[in-house]
């Protein structure tokens, strides 16, 4: 039988040091389409937004690409749901779920130790605040930012996990 881990099972207690969790299997689903079949969807339509809460939304990443982040489960089912409402548009629906892992940042400190290695300006009084997201580079690795009212997540490639944990601690 084969064991399933997450690419930072291994990093569980380093990453409780900096008051953060990795979020294993979310589901990420792309989706290419229309703006009119966006807005039908409820997808956001301003650049850098997202909408919904910690377990189900839909993050702006392009003017037609939206990726979809839903609670650990059976992708399938999402894209299978994504699909129907699609059925009559010219789109594409991807599961990415395995393409990248997911670091969320908790408490006081989480803003200033992504700024320690990130170009944004990621102050709330300059915009960055619940419902935003932005792709950018940390420490020269590609992530995707999403602030959500008590937490920032992190998407990046699994590839680059370890060296992402490793430059949040070093920023500690």
């Not at 084969?2 to 930072?8: C, K, M």
């Not at 420490?139 to 590839?159: G, K, M, N, W, Y």
């Given at each position: 039988?084969?064991?399933?881990?997450?690419?930072?099972?291994?990093?569980?207690?380093?990453?409780?040091?900096?008051?953060?969790?990795?979020?294993?299997?979310?589901?990420?689903?792309?989706?290419?389409c229309g703006?009119?079949?966006?807005?039908?969807?409820?997808?956001?339509?301003?650049?850098?937004?997202?909408?919904g809460d910690?377990?189900?939304?839909?993050?702006?990443?392009?003017?037609?690409?939206?990726?979809?982040?839903?609670?650990?489960?059976?992708?399938?089912?999402?894209?299978?749901?994504?699909?129907?409402?699609?059925?009559?548009?010219?789109?594409?629906?991807?599961?990415?779920?395995?393409?990248?892992?997911?670091?969320?940042?908790?408490?006081?400190?989480?803003?200033?130790?992504?700024?320690?290695?990130?170009?944004?300006?990621?102050?709330?009084?300059?915009?960055?605040?619940?419902?935003?997201?932005?792709?950018?580079?940390?420490?020269?690795?590609?992530?995707?930012?999403?602030?959500?009212?008590?937490?920032?997540?992190?998407?990046?490639?699994?590839?680059?996990?370890?060296?992402?944990?490793?430059?949040?601690?070093?920023?500690?």
């Amino acid at each position: 039988m084969v064991e399933i881990r997450s690419p930072l099972a291994h990093r569980a207690a380093a990453l409780a040091t900096i008051d953060a969790v990795e979020v294993p299997f979310l589901t990420q689903i792309d989706v290419r389409c229309g703006e009119a079949d966006a807005a039908r969807l409820g997808f956001p339509l301003q650049p850098n937004t997202g909408t919904g809460d910690m377990t189900r939304g839909t993050l702006w990443l392009g003017p037609d690409e939206w990726l979809v982040v839903a609670a650990p489960g059976d992708p399938g089912v999402v894209v299978d749901g994504l699909e129907a409402l699609l059925m009559d548009a010219h789109h594409a629906v991807v599961d990415v779920s395995a393409n990248r892992a997911v670091i969320e940042l908790h408490g006081p400190n989480r803003l200033a130790l992504l700024a320690s290695a990130c170009a944004l300006d990621l102050d709330p009084a300059a915009g960055w605040f619940p419902g935003v997201c932005a792709q950018t580079l940390f420490a020269r690795a590609q992530v995707i930012i999403q602030e959500l009212p008590d937490a920032t997540r992190v998407f990046v490639r699994p590839s680059f996990a370890d060296y992402v944990v490793d430059r949040l601690l070093a920023s500690a």
